[in-house]
Every structure is written in structure tokens, then in C-alpha cells.
């Protein structure tokens, strides 16, 4: 039998009904897509975590890569600059052996020293001693060696050995060498280690460090050494005389703190030795 034929409004219904579904779902779908896509860009993107609990830089935190033996050692710190000494050497009569083997156990180019042979010595003994330095072919390339021409009289005891040293320490000052610390030396004494092991010392420290000792503990000095009063003519005669005492002594100052100096640190680096340099008996 023949099937009589289909309307045309039930043809054009089903094709409706089957385009619906299909436009929904796409523009669904597209919705979905278009929405995940916003949410990752709003979302902060995080690297993925490379933590390995295995790691050397887990197991050792302060654990370094190795190095090959063929890579260079890396370069060690630079050491600091050594620093400079100037050196004031005293001596008084026959002392210029004394003297001169003390510049040759102390000397260094980087140094500057300058010799005071005071008054006690004779004129030829000073002439004899500069002429000697001049001889020296490193003292006269350095030009780091000086001695005073017009000498002071010094008197241990009195205080004409605190204006001989600020004397040679001022004229440290205008010489043309730069330096960091000032010694006072006497031709009694000898270094117990070398220039550049003490250097190498004081390269290290630093350059406003004082080494003067003092303390407020006066003691037995005030009976002994403030109040008495002491006339050293060494300060304003030409001519050696001997130190005197006055009958009448002094009070102490109110106005201000009395400080006693010790012996400065750098000077464990010396010994003193009295004794005299050995002559040679000639036969």
C-alpha cells in the first residue's frame, strides 16, 4: 500500500525541534569555554614546584656545587696596605754605633726616621754620624733618614726630655713622608722582631688607634714627681749644668685631672739593653 504523503507543516517541525538542541548546546559549550578562559587569565599563574626532599640543596642547605679541578681557585682577599712608622732614635755621647745598629735592625723604605744625638755629644760625633747615614746607598735613595743638626740638651729626670721628643716629633711632621704612628726609641734599645712582621701587625688595627697608656692612679708619684719642683736648665742654657731642686713645692691642680702615661704597646716590640756595643782589640 502507499503511504499518502507527509504534510509540509510537520516537516518544517521536525527540523525545528532538531536546529534548537544543537544552537544551545554550541552557544552553552562556548559560554563554558569563554568563562574558564577568563578565570585562568584572573587567576595568578604559580611556577610548578621543583622541590625534590632527595636534592643535595635539601638534604645539605648549605651545600655548594663541586668544583672541577680544572677550574681556577677563585682569587684570595687583597691583604690591607701595610702602614708607616716614623721613628725618633735618641743617643747622647759615644752612642752612634749604638745608633746606627739600631737604623739597620729597624729600617724599611716605607718608614721615616730622624736621630737626635743631643748635646753631651761633640759636634765631630754628629758631623761623623750624618756623614755615615749618607754613605748607605739605600738610606740615600729612600731619603727616609734624617738627623738633627742643632742639637738639645736632655735630661732624663727633667723636662727637657719631653720637649727633645715633641721637638723631633714636630719635625716629623713637616717632612715631606707620610706616617700613621710615632715611636720614641733610644739607642739602648733593640727591636725582638722584624719591620715586617710588626707591619704586617699594624696593618691591621686601625690607624686612630693610640697605644699611650695612662691611669688616674697617681700614688706615690704626687710626693715624688708633682710636687717637688725641678729646674732643668737644659731648657734655656747653651751649657750643660746639673739639674737642682727647689726648697719650696707645689700644690696640685684643682681646675683639672692629673693622668700618669705607662709604657706604650708598641714598645714590647723592643728590649732595652744598656750594656755597650764590644770592641775589637786590635793586635
Known amino acids: ?54 636534592s643535595p640543596s635539601s638534604l645539605f642547605p648549605t651545600h655548594q656545587p663541586h668544583r672541577l679541578l680544572s677550574d681556577p681557585p677563585p682569587d684570595p682577599p687583597s691583604p690591607p696596605t701595610p702602614p708607616s712608622i716614623a721613628y725618633l732614635i735618641s743617643g747622647s755621647n759615644n752612642d752612634s754605633g749604638r745608633i746606627l745598629r739600631l737604623l739597620s735592625s729597624i729600617y724599611h723604605p716605607k718608614n721615616q726616621y730622624l736621630i737626635h744625638l743631643d748635646r753631651s755629644a761633640k759636634q765631630a760625633e754628629r758631623d761623623a754620624l750624618a756623614l755615615a747615614v749618607q754613605s748607605v746607598r739605600l738610606y740615600r735613595a729612600a731619603q727616609n733618614v734624617n738627623v738633627i743638626g742643632k742639637a738639645d740638651f736632655v735630661y732624663p729626670r727633667g723636662s727637657s726630655s719631653i720637649a727633645a721628643t715633641l721637638h723631633g716629633a714636630s719635625i ?20 725582638l722582631v722584624t719591620q715586617d712582621d710588626l707591619l704586617h701587625i699594624l696593618a691591621y688595627l686601625p690607624r686612630d688607634l693610640n697605644f699611650v697608656n695612662h691611669t688616674g692612679y697617681i700614688g706615690w708619684r704626687e710626693s715624688r714627681k708633682l710636687k717637688p719642683i725641678i729646674v732643668d736648665p737644659g731648657l734655656y742654657l747653651v751649657e750643660k749644668t746639673e739639674l737642682f731642686y727647689a726648697t719650696q713645692k707645689r700644690g696640685l691642680p684643682d681646675a683639672y685631672q692629673l693622668f700618669t702615661a705607662l709604657n706604650s704597646s708598641p714598645n714590647i716590640y723592643f728590649e732595652a739593653n744598656h ?9
Open 275 to 283: 750594656q755597650p756595643l764590644p770592641t775589637r782589640n786590635s793586635t
Open 172 to 191: 716629623l711632621l713637616r717632612l715631606p713622608g707620610k706616617w700613621d704612628w710615632f715611636i720614641n726609641l733610644s739607642a739602648a734599645d733593640y727591636p
Open 1 to 54: 500500500m502507499q503511504e499518502p504523503p507527509s504534510s509540509p507543516t510537520a516537516t518544517t517541525t521536525t527540523t525545528t525541534t532538531t536546529t534548537i538542541p544543537t544552537k544551545f548546546y554550541l552557544l552553552l559549550s562556548t559560554s563554558l569555554f569563554s568563562l574558564l578562559f577568563i578565570l585562568s587569565l584572573s587567576i595568578p599563574h604559580q611556577p610548578p614546584s621543583t622541590y625534590n626532599p632527595l
